[in-house]
């Protein structure tokens, strides 16, 4: 028996965020158009349509660009605590509309509600982060070498910003660049996954309501939707100096190379391949907690995710024991139900390369501690539920070297010192999130050490997913160098000046060249 979007309290919330059965799916502030095909948002939760978006067709991607680059003139123009001040009305709207956005992500991309409200959060904290930083945007000065001189540095507004973004954090990333990029000076632009639109035309319809209270012109945020053929026109765009994209490393590779070949910035954050190393010390209930949590959070579609586990031998059967224990305690099903933990894969290609991942595991003769599958029957009937699985198996396996967006996680056994779990912990190409269990000092701080992980983020006695707004996030490696969201990452969204001011009666030149006319 399928249940109406008004059952789910989904109706009330598309209603509230002013998102209707059919979107345009372009706009630039106060204007929204469209004349493009049509894209279907379907939940994974039960398979119903939510709605549709008319994708951007090239004659409105051109109008976008054009708009938004006019409105960088003017916004450039504001003193940065006045854009703050843009984004904390922005924040409070956010706070006002958490329930029905928060329902609305859970209920398009297929996360707990939980989740959904967490995403939200973090909106509004980066919102805050960014109404902080629009009085902080400060350069160094410099002692110059020639007297009666003055050295100092700056930081100007960038230009127009495409923001690239994937469907796991369908509205959170979208806000890390968004926030920042406002402050700085910057306009945007942005192109949200093809499997989440709504989500993002609801936060369009919210920044629209900013935007003609305080009578902004048209272009400070815009929105296009399509596939990789409207973020092409926007990598290839040498009018859109910075492109920011969240994704697989298959698209960033693609991205990086069109950004370079015109000699633009890129803000990659891409896949990783994240380790919790458990060691003797460890204390077993924090590290039940923080994996489980880090492996089937976000039924493991977060670039954070804990893909493996690193345990020593000694604890090794207890922690796989402890582990297969709470995985009985997980219930799967409608994120909206506040009970469940874990909800569906975005679709039916995810639950494939679910699959696929766990027969691979097989065909290397891994055990499986607990064991996958498609779950079916009433509640499951969009075919997207699986079973959160745990493989025993070996780092060197193809299959465990690569991201797979699901929850399957790898047990790996280590000997010996701490060392030899953070060879293993850094024997992937990926370097975002890792993690280390341990009670040892000794262990913790050769782990946090230049010889230690070499991940974007390192965490002692956490998970390797859940990272705060404040810190810095992204990783390195083939998960792309980026970094976005708190610390200095703002310094990405503008572009930095030198200045030497002469203050003298005198024309010295640097490096002592004497130059006499
Ligand atoms: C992502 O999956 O792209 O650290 C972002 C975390 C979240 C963000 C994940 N704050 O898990």
Not at 241 to 263: D, N, W, Y
Not at 382 to 409: D, M, R
């Amino acid at each position: 028996m399928s249940i109406t979007l008004a059952d789910h309290g989904i109706q009330q919330a598309l209603d509230q965020l002013g998102v209707k059965e059919i979107n345009l799916g372009t706009s630039t502030g106060k204007q929204w158009f469209g004349t493009g095909a049509l894209i279907e948002s379907v939940s994974p939760v039960d398979n119903q349509l939510i709605g549709k978006v008319h994708e951007t067709t090239k004659e409105d991607y051109e109008k976008v660009v054009k708009v938004a680059s006019e409105s960088f003139k003017v916004w450039r123009k504001m003193p940065a605590p006045q854009r703050g001040e843009i984004v904390r009305q922005y924040g409070e709207l956010l706070r006002q509309y958490k329930e029905p956005l928060g329902k609305l992500v859970s209920y398009e991309m297929g996360k707990s509600l939980q989740e959904g409200y967490g995403e939200v959060q973090e909106m509004i904290d980066i919102c805050d982060f960014a109404v902080g930083l629009s009085r902080q945007l400060h350069g160094l000065t410099m002692h110059s070498e020639r007297p009666n001189h003055r050295m100092y540095e700056q930081y100007h507004p960038l230009g127009v910003v495409g923001i690239i973004s994937a469907f796991n954090f369908p509205v959170a990333v979208w806000s890390w660049n968004t926030a920042l990029a406002w402050v700085c000076g910057d306009v945007c632009i942005w192109k949200p996954s093809e499997k989440t639109p709504l989500t993002a035309v609801a936060c369009q319809h919210l920044m629209t309501k900013v935007l003609e209270q305080n009578d902004l012109p048209e272009g400070i945020s815009c929105l296009i939707n399509g596939d990789y053929r409207v973020g092409e026109w926007m990598t290839n765009d040498t009018r859109v100096p910075l492109i920011s994209a969240t994704g697989s490393i298959r698209m960033g590779k693609i991205v990086a190379q069109a950004v370079a070949k015109r000699l633009g910035k890129s803000l990659l954050e891409l896949g990783g391949n994240n380790a919790i190393i458990v060691t003797p010390d460890a204390d077993i209930k924090m590290t039940v907690i923080g994996a489980v949590f880090g492996a089937v959070g976000t039924c493991g579609q977060r670039c954070t995710s804990t893909r493996r586990l690193i345990v020593h031998e000694e604890v090794y059967d207890k922690v796989k024991n402890a582990l297969s224990e709470a995985y009985k305690q997980l219930s799967i099903g409608n994120p909206l139900d506040e009970r469940n933990h874990v909800g569906p894969l975005i679709d039916k290609d995810a639950v494939n390369n679910y699959l696929n991942a766990i027969a691979q595991v097989k065909e290397h003769g891994g055990n499986m501690v607990v064991d996958g599958g498609v779950l079916e029957g009433e509640g499951y009937d969009s075919g997207c539920y699986v079973k959160p699985a745990i493989a025993e198996a070996e780092n060197h396996w193809e299959i465990v070297q690569e991201e797979t967006f699901a929850p399957v996680l790898y047990l790996l056994k280590y000997t010996g010192d701490v060392e030899n779990a953070i060879a293993i912990q850094n024997g992937v190409k990926q370097g975002l999130s890792s993690a280390i269990m341990t009670t040892n000092l000794r262990e913790a701080e050769k782990f946090l050490s230049h010889a230690g992980s070499d991940c974007g983020i390192a965490n002692v006695n956490i998970g390797t997913s859940g990272a705060e707004i404040g810190g810095a996030f992204g990783g390195e490696k083939e998960t792309g160098g980026g970094r976005e969201s708190g610390s200095d990452a703002w310094k990405v969204y503008m572009r930095r000046q030198t200045n030497t001011i002469n203050y003298g009666a005198d024309l010295p030149l640097a490096q002592g060249i004497k130059f006499d006319l």
